[in-house]
């Protein structure tokens, strides 16, 4: 499996930015698919996540009144649309493949996301 995130850059405080993340490889809804962030020396954050099959969805209490994921296994993608940006949302956003519970063996390259005030 490969993962390749794209769809960060310069966004205002206030407005919406939409992250892709698409895979490639093994059957797609086969397995769970995560968005991560770090921020400037900040550790890497758990953000979101959408289970294959149910596709369950899971949200760290830092965004997830503000942030949605989806997946659409018809394009081999999963979407981490993001609303209401903050500077603080200012990070490297990646996106990886779950391996089983609790960690995650395939990770994207990262998009780059900057929130200006």
């Known amino acids: 499996v490969q993962l390749q995130a794209s769809g960060g850059g310069l966004v205002q405080a206030g407005a919406s930015r939409r992250l892709s993340c698409l895979a490639s490889g093994r059957a797609f809804n086969s397995y769970s698919v995560a968005w991560f962030r770090q921020g400037p020396g900040k550790e890497r954050e758990f953000l979101a996540a959408v289970r294959y099959g149910t596709s369950r969805l899971y949200y760290s209490d830092s965004v997830k009144d503000r942030f949605i994921v989806f997946r659409d296994n018809a394009k081999s993608t999963v979407y981490l649309q993001m609303n209401s940006l903050k500077s603080e949302d200012t990070a490297v956003y990646y996106c990886?493949?779950?391996?089983?519970?609790?960690?995650?063996?395939?990770w994207g390259q990262g998009t780059q996301v900057t929130v200006s005030s």
């Open positions: 990886a493949k779950s391996g089983g519970i609790g960690y995650y063996d395939t």
